[in-house]
């Protein structure tokens, strides 16, 4: 009795792990971009390591700089950002730190002396 239960949980488990992982996906200029791999840096949070793939095919890993708003290719060269393009839609999910308002705890009041 516990061989066949056995094989089912096996069989379950090894096609949850099979199915693909959905990508995020965007069409620009009439082609179909979408995100492969994303990382973003520890040490620069406004910096990402970026694999995408354009109408299918997969391009070579790339750092996208949101704050700077430029494209490091892995040849070493810099691209800047196109207006509304593949730069843009990574940065999208940049979110700066929110900044919270100091808070100036008030001077403690002693009372007078008698």
Same mark, same amino acid.
């Given at each position: 009795m516990l061989? $066949?239960?056995?094989?089912?949980?096996?069989?379950?488990?090894?096609?949850?792990?099979?199915? $693909?992982i959905a990508a995020s996906c965007r069409t620009l200029n009439q082609q179909a971009i979408c995100i492969v791999d994303i990382q973003r840096s520890a040490k620069n949070y406004w910096q990402y390591r970026v694999s995408i793939s354009i109408d299918g095919i997969k391009t070579p890993a790339a750092f996208y700089n949101c704050r700077d708003r430029y494209i490091l290719q892995k040849d070493g060269t810099q691209v800047k950002f196109e207006p509304d393009g593949i730069g843009d839609f990574i940065c999208r999910l940049y979110k700066p730190p929110q900044k919270t308002p100091l808070q100036i705890p008030s001077p403690?009041?002693? $009372? $007078?002396?008698?």
């Open positions: 061989k $066949p239960i056995t094989l089912l949980f096996s069989l379950v488990l090894s096609m949850l792990l099979s199915l $693909p403690i009041r002693q $009372p $007078p002396l008698k």
